[in-house]
């Protein structure tokens, strides 16, 4: 029989320990003080009150599938630890741990409620491939954190790292769980969004961290980070994937030169390659009209190099960001003379991809 604890009382440091229901009364206000530590076993919490312990330890721990974290008071722990090898908890309103969240063997489901996590010191610990913190629901996951030009801070242990030479104040960092549709198709169950308080100047480093079980294509496609512009509109940057633990594992790292609010995972852009727009000649000679070789596949987004060689192979001009920086016909500032030279495109998604043509100069 499940049995009904009630309290309104003050607790001294001490060890509680409960099997059926933790409930707290509506009006009613259970604080703690000191470092006490609840145990509770196979119960949910249902807390119509106010559940006051922001230096507490509550170790939950339960069988059942679906064990209820919440009522419709207030719920604050110093940490909060979870353990249910054969279930999983779900939130019934919204938590409030200012030190640890840790999932021992657990997973936690957020449904529509926020996980909010004030304090510097707040983190996340033991989310894996197996076990997660998640929602279907719009339930977000809230860190609050005063970023001072941060090298590779990880606020939370969210999975998202972050660098800026600007300092951005006092800065909220909420991780979404929907999957969102990006140009390419969908991206992994995970986003970020970065409210600063003051708006970064200069280019920000963005690292994320994501398992396979947060997207069903990770793993077996290329990815890459995304950004929402103030446009609405979806951009990819160039960006460093890396995988650990049989793939299970996933860093992807860029810089983003104007930051943006928004970032997540999705696959990587292709292009839809026609050899046959390239031009064979171009006239470099500053009456702004086809001034520089332009291969019009080539966008904003492309990921690759070009090479121009002279016909005795002699490098001339190369770069990774051809879009910004076409050839002008120069080479070290002076102008090439009229002739035939070669151009090499190379596609860093593939190492063997490339394709070799000439290009003239006619005057």
């Known amino acids: 029989m499940r049995r009904n604890l009630i309290y309104g009382l003050l607790l001294a440091p001490l060890g509680l320990a409960a099997q059926g229901q933790l409930s707290i009364s509506e009006n009613t206000y259970l604080s703690t003080s000191g470092q006490i530590s609840i145990h509770v076993i196979d119960s949910d919490i249902e807390s119509n009150g106010d559940l006051n312990g ?3 330890r509550v170790y939950l721990t339960s069988n059942a599938s679906n064990t209820q974290i919440g009522g419709s008071g207030q719920n604050q722990f110093g940490s909060l630890s979870l353990s249910s090898p054969n279930g999983g908890f779900i939130l019934a309103n919204h938590l409030e741990v200012n030190q640890e969240l840790e999932l021992n063997h657990a997973n936690l489901d957020l449904a529509q409620y926020n996980l909010n996590l004030p304090s510097r010191e707040a983190t996340l610990l033991g989310e894996s491939n197996e076990y997660r913190i998640y929602s279907n629901k719009g339930g977000k996951i809230i860190k609050l954190i005063n970023l001072n030009a941060p ?12 660098s800026s030479n600007d300092n951005l104040g006092l800065t909220e960092i909420h991780r979404s769980h929907k999957t969102i549709t990006l140009p390419t198709g969908e991206s992994i169950n995970k986003s970020f969004e970065i409210y600063p308080e003051f708006n970064p100047r200069s280019e920000l480093y963005i690292k994320l961290t994501y398992y396979n079980s947060d997207g069903t294509y990770v793993g077996s496609d290329k990815e890459e980070i995304w950004k929402l512009n103030d446009n609405g509109g979806w951009k990819n940057l160039k960006t460093t994937i890396s995988r650990f633990g049989s793939d299970q594992l996933t860093t992807a790292e860029a810089y983003d030169k104007r930051p943006a609010l928004t970032y997540t995972i999705g696959r990587e852009k292709t292009y839809a390659v026609d050899v046959s727009s390239i ?23 492309f990921k690759g190099s070009v090479t121009i060689i002279s016909r005795w192979g002699d490098v001339l001009y190369s770069t990774d960001d051809y879009y910004n920086m076409p050839w002008d016909g120069t080479h070290k500032g002076k102008a090439l003379p009229v002739a035939t030279y070669y151009y090499i495109l190379r596609f860093s998604e593939s190492a063997n991809k490339e394709i070799k043509g000439d290009i003239s100069i006619v005057r």
């Open 54 to 56: 922001t230096q507490a």
């Open 151 to 162: 090298e590779k801070v990880a606020p939370g242990n969210l999975g998202l790292r972050i």
């Open 279 to 301: 031009p064979t000649a171009f006239t470099p000679n500053n009456d702004q009209v086809n001034d520089t070789f332009v291969i019009p596949f080539i966008d904003e987004d």
